[in-house]
């Protein structure tokens, strides 16, 4: 796929035309992105959006970009969007309500959609991708964050023959995470007031990736492009090293943690006591599989995988991911390929929120990275059948009901919410998941 797209984009160089992309969001992830596009002949960076310019404009000089040869700065993203020459548009503002719709003026305008923000992935994915796919373009996940490259590595598992037991990723997590608030977040990265001012980090970012509301919103995001399903309980975040995943995300009845097959589990890089795990996959994905036969778990033993005790479950991992650094991958795939690195196609997982504390009626819950919820993986059929509030509605909604620290919000228990395309889109996503249809990718439980 690679050497195509590359033997195309040089074509657009050669020839004066070349592939036009639109930044939305110029954070930490578009930054990186900008540091490697600007490298490559034939992609051309047709403009950023944010809604700080200032933020936009440092981002371009962090990323290289020459002060005489910068692309132009907006604060409005459907100018952008609609500018000639755009074939594909990077979302990365990670809002999730804004995020649906830019994804849907990209669509509307005929571009192609790289969703990098997989908090509106999560919310309403499928239904973006159904929308992509009528009007002849594609939208596809990000390469380079951990969603897209688990969806890589689990239909690298099924082209070869295995149908895979579980996927998912790494990250550090300890038992008190998810209780984790802004006010409290950077010591457990051991960063001070100044590394954090020189770095422009946010703290409602780096919450999101303690408390597991990123782990469950990236773990729904693959659920949905990869045909696997949550396990009842959620994640559980077991303590596991790269070559521990063969043995630890298996079923329980071979002497793994899993409740069932074809499912998800983020595995973390610290044992309860806070203890590192040796050979940790902090900043990796994985994908877990099963030898069909005695013979082929005999060629896992002559080719030295790493398995479990059995030696019948293998495991194959990547252990890092590159963030916007390998996004244009997908940029190429998308505007020269006509193809995603990663779609969804139905809803088979949500992030829901859950109270972090005792909340009060009246309060107005503040969303991901947040002090009043954290995210949580489940089932769809739990979602919907309970009435769920995801995550990605939860800002900015005024709630009704009290909440004890850990339960569900509940839809009934907020305020109606505004409406927006993205709630618009969720509703008509949720009204065909009611029997969400089968593929030939879903995995079962046996």
Not at 115 to 140: C, H, I, K, Q
Not at 350 to 369: N, P, Q
Request: charged share 20%; hydrophobic share 45%; proline share 7%.
């Amino acid at each position: 796929m690679l050497r195509r797209a590359l033997e195309l984009l040089e074509e657009r160089a050669a020839s004066g035309s070349p592939l036009g992309l639109a930044l939305v969001g110029a954070g930490a992830f578009g930054t990186m992105l900008l540091a490697q596009a600007r490298r490559l002949a034939g992609l051309e960076v047709a403009g950023v959006a944010d809604l700080a310019p200032a933020r936009a404009r440092a981002a371009l000089e962090r990323a290289g970009w020459p002060s005489d040869g910068r692309p132009p700065v907006t604060d409005d993203p459907a100018e952008l969007i609609a500018r000639d020459g755009v074939d594909v548009v990077v979302e990365a503002t990670g809002d999730a309500v804004a995020g649906v719709g830019h994804a849907l003026e990209a669509i509307r305008s005929g571009r192609h959609v790289v969703m990098v923000n997989v908090e509106a992935d999560a919310l309403a994915g499928p239904a973006l991708a159904a929308r992509a796919r009528a009007a002849g373009a594609v939208y596809s996940l990000a390469y380079g964050d951990q969603p897209a490259l688990v969806c890589e590595l689990v239909d690298w598992a099924r082209a070869s023959g295995f149908e895979p037991v579980c996927a998912g990723k790494g990250t550090k997590h300890l038992p008190a995470y998810p209780s984790v608030t802004p006010d409290d977040v950077w010591p457990h990265y051991g960063l001070t007031p100044e590394q954090v001012a020189a770095g422009g980090f946010s703290a409602r970012m780096f919450t999101s990736f303690l408390d597991g509301t990123k782990s469950a919103i990236e773990m729904a995001a693959v659920c949905n492009a990869a045909g696997l399903v949550p396990q009842e309980e959620g994640l559980r975040f077991p303590p596991a090293g790269a070559r521990q995943l063969a043995g630890i995300c298996i079923p329980r009845e071979d002497g793994g943690r899993l409740s069932r097959r074809g499912t998800v589990e983020v595995v973390s890089s610290l044992e309860p006591d806070g203890t590192p795990v040796p050979d940790d996959l902090r900043f990796g994905v994985y994908v877990t599989f099963e030898a069909p036969s005695g013979y082929v778990a005999g060629c896992f033993a002559a080719y030295g995988l790493a398995t479990d005790a059995s030696g019948r479950y293998a495991a194959l991992w990547r252990p890092y991911h590159l963030v916007g650094l390998e996004t244009t991958v997908s940029v190429l795939a998308a505007g020269l390929l006509g193809e995603a690195t990663g779609a969804p196609d139905a809803l088979r997982a949500d992030a829901v929120a859950l109270a972090k504390r005792d909340l009060r009626a009246g309060e107005t819950l503040d969303g991901e990275g947040g002090f009043t919820v954290a995210g949580a993986l489940v089932p769809v059929s739990r979602s919907l059948g309970d009435g769920l509030l995801p995550i990605g509605l939860a800002r900015g909604a005024v709630l009704r009901n009290p909440i004890r620290a850990g339960e569900p919000v509940r839809r009934d228990d907020v305020e109606p919410l505004a409406e927006t395309e993205a709630l618009a889109l969720r509703r008509e996503l949720e009204s065909a998941a009611v029997s969400p249809p089968s593929t030939r990718r879903d995995s079962t439980s046996r």
